[in-house]
């Protein structure tokens, strides 16, 4: 799997939109980005995945760059319950056991 | 309802002692894992079942089985207990076979060994 870039920690203001932005420079053809979070104790939270093109849910968007090789989570209007390390991990989409390859993550903060 | 539980959410015990944490989802997934968090915060897998076979085996010490009675299930025993496999264990599960899936992580079995 393709290694991944994050920066350590980010902050954000409660109600403005956090972008966390991930490089993934020597992703393949057929890596999928995946985003997950895990909020302090808890276990891992699926948050969104793509493979080329933008992707948006309830939880937030995914903007893949043309060239696949960085990419951003965008939470539109953080709360302070989205205080979080956030994990960027790419993964090939066919079967290859699935295990998730977790790096660092950046630590998210949202103030009041 | 729980989507992925653990039992139990700690675990206590001394070195050298035998212990089981059981893990089961109800979403009818046929792929589980297991992952360890250390005390650096760092996320590892370790085993991976599907359809109770297992899948993926990553170096971990052969004091650690996991046993999968049914789709539903994955357990880990870890025998011999050591003080560096004071962690936090988390199961997860997906639907396997689309190789585009999610997984669901359960809350997490804290262990501390003494």
């Known amino acids: 799997d393709a290694k991944t870039t994050q920066p350590t920690s980010m902050d954000c203001a409660e109600g403005r939109a956090a972008n966390l932005p991930c490089n993934h420079s020597?992703?393949?053809?057929?890596?999928?980005v995946y985003w997950y979070r895990q909020i302090h104790s808890q276990g891992p939270q699926y948050i969104i995945h793509g493979l080329k093109n933008n992707e948006t849910n309830e939880m937030a968007s995914l903007i893949i760059t043309e060239d696949r090789k960085s990419s951003t989570l965008i939470l539109p209007h953080a709360t302070l319950r989205d205080t979080a390390v956030y994990y960027c991990i790419v993964r090939v989409g066919s079967y290859s056991g699935y295990a998730l390859n977790f790096g660092k993550g950046t630590s998210l903060l949202v103030t009041p | 309802d729980t989507a992925v539980s653990q039992t139990p959410k700690y675990l206590v015990t001394q070195m050298g002692n035998d212990k089981s944490i059981k893990c089961e989802q109800n979403l009818g997934h046929d792929t589980m894992y297991w992952y360890k968090q250390d005390s650096k915060k760092f996320l590892k897998i370790m085993f991976s079942y599907n359809n109770k076979e297992l899948i993926i085996n990553e170096t971990v010490p052969n004091r650690f089985s996991p046993k999968s009675p049914d789709k539903a299930h994955l357990n880990l025993h870890i025998n011999s207990l050591e003080l560096g496999d004071s962690a936090v264990y988390f199961c997860?599960?997906?639907?396997?076979?689309?190789?585009?899936?999610?997984?669901?992580f359960g809350p997490g079995t804290r262990l501390t060994v003494l």
């Open positions: 020597t992703i393949s053809g057929n890596e999928y």
């Open positions: 997860a599960s997906s639907h396997g076979t689309s190789g585009n899936s999610e997984q669901f």
